[in-house]
């Protein structure tokens, strides 16, 4: 077929790690290639015209991983469904692969610099809210569906007001019979005004505007004439022609990106799109926070694989912004040590059922929430802490640390 | 936890089946009931404030197939991404889960007539075509990427004139700096008036405009001010807020969505999400055409699903417009008999390396795909006709029938 470059040395290439297992009566070297015609210029025929310069280099086979190098030119500059369409579509439903991975991707610089990367970026978010080196202290308003905009309200006073930095929708919550768009984003606003005047704090809250794109554009405006900072978006059931398009308005407020169905192809290590590569492109787009998992809790994630993630989101990456990881999903004070030590304070540290469910009332959740973090950044064990800070004591009578 | 309701019987809600293999120390109804409260209003601990109204019910579970039934409450008119955020967002990542595939989805009439359906439909593509009976013959320009436009000019051409209805783009084929996306729109649509002129057919000409939301409604203009009646997107790669807000455009032109990446989370029985919900969520948007496997060929897809899929997309529906589906991957003509006798007359069938690779080149190719059409509505064999059509005995020898 002609798209075998064993040795080749990728410069200006993007170029894809794949892992791959063939069906029975294909070699390995003949999958390889047939990935690599798939997702660049080849079918399974040749055809006339077919110029061999723009086709992808199989430059790597080995252990079933295949290393695949793509010249530039097969990409459109600044646009990620194209490059998906290239390099992670149509090859996952072919019937000579019985399994196949996309496990990492790399950009050449060009190819980075043709997207802006976030417009708020960890350190414009840091300096939004006054926080210089703790994590930021998020919470996720339960029940995720239910609450009405006067209840929100409510509950955004009771957390904000005792330490909270962020509130956000969860991923569910739309414009809603009983919880309409606008009314919500007036509401709980309004206490991140009462906040700052009260105690000086800039406080975010993260509306989400997951919709279709108009209806995205016009939610994203409105949060904006009414003083938001910070509109959230589930990224993957919005998509990425969504997400590009509010990315590009410039709106100057945080892009908080929820991940929600990313499981649906990350769950398995043999098939699918890695997490990695999603933080990738969340990146590359322009995405303020991404979830990519707390290792403890609810969630499924591999801690070794989280780490690498967070680290790739803080990195220098050709002068893009930094995008500041975000861990959620079963989140509680007893956790924080954990989390800390293992991602870092550059995160934001999510945490619903542990702050609502907290068997004082929401304030003490929220002040346990943030004890934790405090004995955290001063060294002190919870335990100890929790000796004179009887909000944690209990969280950790509850759910243990 | 309170989300199991055996035996209820759904009437207004929104149902899911799920296949689910639970963690082991877990059982199967504490499994089910974390998918209801996690796909709806509930998270890993009881939190105050919960409307138990609201929760989704567990109402069977069986052999690892668990259905859920949803208030209508629960979704927002219009909005698919957060249809999806709910019963296909972060239920995939659950660590009590070692498996979860959404199966099929069921809507009540009132959510469906929230959508709009398709604008151009199966019924009007026929009648701007004037194709009363047979499927329509379709292609993709080969080599997928690395034709200029005037070389796709030339191609366009020989197809059309010969016998083709209906030509596409690539899935990978975007702005590129070999085939800048007007100058191709502007050569192929002079084609489709040409062949207008000489033979009186309406031919089509699929663009694909895949790129972020803003830049999509631009080149979507741009079809529709040169005359074009299609554009093509690929809608899991672009995502559903940009389909969607290209559907609500009314733009009157016929939608044909790819499903470049579909395997991704199509692929593996157990887990993600079938090419079902996806067909039910495409014909729900408002696609005029879906790719849906071509039962034979290239691409992996079970004949059952295909043809219940393709039923589906066929059938009435709440009064929605028909959506037609695109048997595509690795055709060539000496297929057409069996994939017409699965799948029936109304669809699409698209041959690229089956028409292109054709040994006297492509004219030939679309003459013989057209002959295997015209001879399988006739009612006769292949072999028999290929007697007297020297085009398809020539695609009959290089690749058999």
Redo the contacts between chains.
Sequence with gaps: MGYMHLGYEPRNDVVCEFYFEHASGVSAKIAAENIAAE?????????????KQ?GAKVFSIKNNIVKIAYPL????P?????L???V?????????LK??RLNDISFPKKYIRSFKGPNIGLNDLRKMTGIKKRPLIGTIY??????SPG?MEKLAYKVYSNGIDYTKDD??L?????NKFEDRVIKVLNVVDEIKSEQGRQVVYAANI???????LRRAEFVKDHGGKCIMI?I??????????IR?QNFKMIIHA?R?????????PK???SMKVIAKLSRLVGVTGLHTGAVVG????DEREIVEIDNFLRSEWYGLKKTIPIAS??VYPGLIPKIIKILGNDIIINC???L??HSM??EAGAKAMRQAVDATMEGISLKEYAKDHGELKLAIKQWGC
């Design positions: 997702s660049s210029i080849g079918t399974w025929v040749d055809v006339p015209g077919t110029k723009l030119d097969l990409f459109e600044g646009n990620v469904p194209q998906l369409s290239s992670a579509g149509n090859v996952f439903g072919m019937k000579i399994n196949l339960k029940p995720k569906l239910g609450l209840e991923e569910n739309g414009s809603m019979r009983f997951t919709a279709s794109t108009d209806e995205m589930d993957l059931t919005a998509g990425w022609s969504g997400l590009q398009t590009n929820h929600a169905s990313h499981g649906a192809f990350t769950h398995n098939h699918g799109i609810k969630m499924k994630g999903g079963g619903g059922g542990g609502w469910g009332g929401a």
